[in-house]
């Protein structure tokens, strides 16, 4: 897949990434004030930025992302591949989740992210899906 192509296909995931890789202004994402399973997707985008605080893109396409998307970028490699180049286009920001809806069902889920960078406040939708009994990242939206 060439550079062009993943960009493409990973900008969905730019919003998530942005919104939680806050390592150079130590804020973390808070999962406080969400019970069942809006706290599990809280977790998931939490755990997003553990995992893009610590430059580990093997666990992001591994642990974070939803299948689809892994595939959509050429498999798993081409996953890590281009999570380390969005990852190194990641600039200082703080970021919190607004809210979390929950389809009737489990099967879905959207949270609205908060973020500011740049030195401007943007609103997210990261959209998450339930792969077994782990909810993943499947997109995101300004």
């Given at each position: 897949?060439?550079?062009?192509?993943?960009?493409?296909?990973?900008?969905?995931?730019?919003?998530?990434?942005?919104?939680?890789?806050?390592?150079?202004?130590?804020?973390?994402?808070?999962?406080?004030?969400?019970?069942?399973?809006?706290?599990?997707?809280?977790?998931?985008?939490?755990?997003?930025?553990?995992?893009?605080?610590?430059?580990?893109?093997?666990k992001?396409?591994?642990?974070?992302?939803?299948?689809?998307?892994?595939?959509?970028?050429?498999?798993?490699?081409?996953?890590?591949?281009a999570?380390?180049?969005?990852?190194?286009?990641?600039?200082?920001?703080?970021?919190?989740?607004?809210?979390?809806?929950?389809?009737?069902?489990?099967?879905?889920?959207?949270?609205?992210?908060?973020?500011?960078?740049?030195?401007?406040s943007?609103?997210?939708?990261?959209?998450?899906?339930?792969?077994?009994?782990?909810?993943?990242?499947?997109?995101?939206?300004?």
């Open positions: 897949m060439s550079s062009s192509a993943a960009r493409r296909v990973l900008a969905p995931l730019s919003v998530p990434l942005c919104a939680v890789a806050l390592a150079a202004c130590g804020s973390t994402v808070s999962t406080t004030g969400f019970k069942g399973e809006q706290r599990a997707v809280a977790q998931t985008i939490s755990n997003l930025q553990a995992d893009a605080t610590a430059a580990d893109a093997k992001i396409c591994a642990n974070d992302v939803a299948g689809t998307l892994v595939r959509s970028l050429g498999g798993v490699k081409g996953c890590e591949r999570i380390k180049d969005q990852l190194a286009e990641v600039d200082n920001l703080e970021a919190s989740i607004q809210s979390i809806d929950v389809a009737a069902g489990a099967a879905s889920a959207t949270a609205r992210v908060k973020s500011t960078y740049e030195g401007r943007h609103a997210g939708t990261v959209t998450l899906v339930k792969e077994g009994k782990s909810w993943k990242i499947s997109r995101a939206q300004r």
